[in-house]
């Protein structure tokens, strides 16, 4: 069974941090890519930011690039995601996911979902 379980969301002010957590069970994890995403109330899906198997590919959409560092540690079959000053347009559920192989885009072929993590973020 392939479970991906998301923590350390929350709510913080304009200009804080959050550091999000993804532990997976019943992989190999360090075979996979694993990224994250996010979605706001009445808003489509968001590609966030992806790591690669050896933790060498990152991957960050320009919307969070410099403020957001993806990490993982294939020891603890986890990933994080260290978010920086947030802004409110920041707000959504964030979701972790997994996938195997090749695909065209680093965006798509995500196989394994988590449920989410509320990430607030106020003015």
């Not at 993804?22 to 706001?40: D, H, I, K, M, P």
């Not at 560092?69 to 347009?89: F, G, W």
């Given at each position: 069974q392939v479970q991906l379980v998301e923590s350390g969301g929350g709510l913080t002010q304009a200009g804080g941090s959050l550091r999000l957590s993804?532990?997976?069970?019943?992989?190999?994890?360090?075979?996979?890519?694993?990224?994250?995403?996010?979605?706001?109330p009445d808003k489509e899906r968001q590609f966030v930011a992806a790591i690669g198997w050896g933790g060498g590919r990152i991957f960050d959409a320009d919307s969070v690039k410099g403020?957001?560092?993806?990490?993982?540690?294939?020891?603890?079959?986890?990933?994080?995601?260290?978010?920086?000053?947030?802004?409110?347009?920041?707000?959504?559920?964030?979701?972790?996911a997994a996938r195997r192989g090749l695909h065209s885009s680093i965006t798509t072929g995500y196989e394994y979902w988590g449920q989410g993590t509320q990430v607030t973020v106020s003015s």
């Open positions: 993804c532990a997976a069970s019943g992989l190999t994890f360090r075979s996979y890519t694993v990224g994250w995403f996010r979605q706001a403020r957001f560092t993806i990490s993982r540690d294939n020891a603890k079959n986890t990933v994080y995601l260290q978010m920086s000053s947030l802004k409110p347009e920041d707000t959504a559920v964030y979701y972790c």
